[in-house]
């Protein structure tokens, strides 16, 4: 419906009047409301410049201004600060070891605020290992178990950890595997495992940097053949802490690794009886167990059960699991 303003006569204040004129004035005249900003986290290079958008939608058009661990920061005072015209994204050029820290956006008119998520800002970091000069050799029995250590250098963000033998990625199955930790562990060994006398090594690779580091070496000189080799009942290599805890809607991942010859057959099962669902995923040869989305149906305890021919008597691992509230979207 359409209405002519100049041809009414009104004397009182009318109730379409007043509606009226207050959509005419919602047209002209609307608080901020940031719809582009920054993630939560956002790791930077070094050297390379840093953008933390924030763009809102306002009427009349907003102002921007900027916070650093809750202090105003004077943009106009800081050479390497500036920011991208008619919007408030902020651009830091060059950054050091001091920008590191949480930023927030404010947008603001006549008729409000906006702010935008607190961004942690952080300088992305690859360390080497410690520097080793002799190789570690390893002589085990063949049928045994063998444990090669890692200890990852400190990365931001955390790196993936794998392993190469003489520069190749090693192929992990039911018998050869990786912890949670980056050690690798053989649940028996075969006389392959020496692999022409190359070199195994832990390698950590940092996807931000697009950077890898590589551990100490380490040979390994089975000792025995096929025909003398040792078999042993299953026995744990590792496990996650009996306590695991995940928010609701996020992931659970447990995992547990046996030895023994033959090679351990593993079965995951909830202790109360209930069976697993779909989304409960077995990954790692059966090693390894994820629950995606998590909710607090997952809630319990699980049990990890390894057997092989030597022994009918299974050997376990027990986690308990617990589920939590996601608060994030009330962390501003």
């Known amino acids: 419906m359409s209405v002519n303003l100049a041809e009414m006569k009104?004397?009182?204040?009318?109730?379409?009047l007043i509606g009226l004129l207050l959509c005419a004035a919602e047209d002209f005249t609307q608080p901020p409301s940031i719809n582009v900003q920054a993630p939560k986290v956002f790791i930077y290079r070094q050297k390379e410049s840093v953008e933390l958008p924030c763009v809102a939608s306002g009427s009349p058009q907003p102002s921007y201004s900027w916070y650093k661990d809750k202090e105003y920061l004077e943009i106009g005072n800081l050479p390497r600060y500036t920011l991208q015209p008619n919007i408030g994204t902020l651009v830091i050029t060059d950054p050091e070891d001091k920008d590191q820290g949480y930023?927030?956006?404010?947008?603001?008119?006549?008729?409000?605020t906006?702010?935008?998520?607190k961004t942690r800002l952080w300088k992305g970091v690859l360390e080497q290992f410690p520097p080793v000069t002799v190789p570690t050799v390893h002589r085990p029995i063949v049928?045994?178990?063998?444990?090669?250590?890692?200890?990852?250098?400190?990365?931001?963000?955390?790196?993936?950890?794998?392993?190469n033998v003489n520069k190749i990625p090693l192929k992990l199955d039911g018998r050869v595997s990786i912890d949670y930790d980056?050690?690798?562990y053989f649940a028996n060994i075969l006389p392959e495992d020496q692999q022409n006398g190359n070199i195994y090594r832990c390698v950590a690779y940092n996807s931000r940097l697009s950077a890898t580091v590589e551990g100490e070496d380490a040979v390994i000189y089975p000792q025995g053949s096929m025909q003398s080799i040792v078999r042993t009942r299953p026995h744990s290599l590792y496990a996650t802490p009996y306590e695991v805890s995940a928010l609701r809607g996020g992931r659970i991942a447990i995992k547990c690794i046996f030895g023994g010859y033959p090679t351990p057959r593993?079965?995951?099962r909830r202790t109360d009886g209930r069976p697993l669902s779909p989304r409960h995923r077995l990954v790692s040869d059966g090693q390894e167990i994820w629950i995606q989305p998590a909710t607090f149906e997952d809630e319990g305890t699980y049990s990890c059960e390894a057997t092989n021919s030597e022994s009918d008597v299974p050997v376990n691992s027990i986690f308990r699991v617990t589920v939590e509230c996601n608060h994030?979207?009330?962390?501003?």
Do not use: H, M, R
Not at 114 to 117: F, P, T
Not at 328 to 332: H, N, Q, V
């Open 114 to 117: 906006s702010l935008s998520v």
């Open 328 to 332: 994030s979207l009330l962390d501003k």
């Open 10 to 16: 009104v004397t009182v204040a009318s109730p379409l």
């Open 266 to 268: 593993i079965i995951w």
């Open 103 to 112: 930023y927030q956006c404010n947008a603001t008119n006549a008729f409000g």
């Open 182 to 184: 980056g050690n690798l």
């Open 143 to 163: 049928g045994a178990s063998l444990k090669l250590t890692c200890s990852p250098p400190t990365s931001n963000p955390d790196a993936e950890i794998y392993w």
